[in-house]
């Protein structure tokens, strides 16, 4: 069985930071494109990075780009995302989600993904 679990979630001050990780068994990890997403209230999910396997090119959100990064660790079988100057506006859940197929530009689509973690709460207070 594939499960994916993230951490890391919390209650951060705007402008500060957390790392959140998404930990991975039941997958070859290091084949996988593992992505991260995000759903606020009443709003729809919405990509924010992803890493391919096999090369590990990366890929981000518009808004995210300069203060989130997103990296993996294969023999941890592990991607973390580490987000940095937060701000209200990244309140919500964060999802990792992972695919093996996945191609280029679908990646930022959280419909073409196989698996998914049970999500992190993160809130930002102003």
């Known amino acids: 069985q594939v499960h994916l679990v993230e951490s890391g979630g919390g209650l951060v001050q705007a402008g500060g930071s957390l790392r959140l990780a998404c930990a991975a068994s039941?997958?070859?990890?290091?084949?996988?494109?593992i992505g991260w997403f995000r759903q606020a209230p009443g709003k729809e999910r919405e990509f924010v990075a992803a890493?391919?396997?096999?090369?590990?090119?990366?890929h981000y959100k518009d808004s995210v780009k300069g203060r989130f990064i997103i990296s993996r660790e294969n023999a941890k079988a592990t991607v973390y995302l580490q987000m940095n100057n937060l701000g209200p506006e990244d309140t919500a859940v964060y999802y990792c989600?992972?695919?093996?197929?996945?191609?280029?530009?679908?990646?930022?689509?959280?419909?073409?993904?196989?698996?998914w973690g049970q999500g992190t709460q993160v809130t930002v207070s102003s």
């Open positions: 890493v391919r396997g096999n090369g590990g090119s990366t």
């Open positions: 039941g997958i070859t990890f290091s084949r996988y494109t």
């Open positions: 989600a992972a695919d093996r197929r996945i191609i280029l530009s679908s990646l930022r689509l959280a419909g073409q993904y196989d698996y």
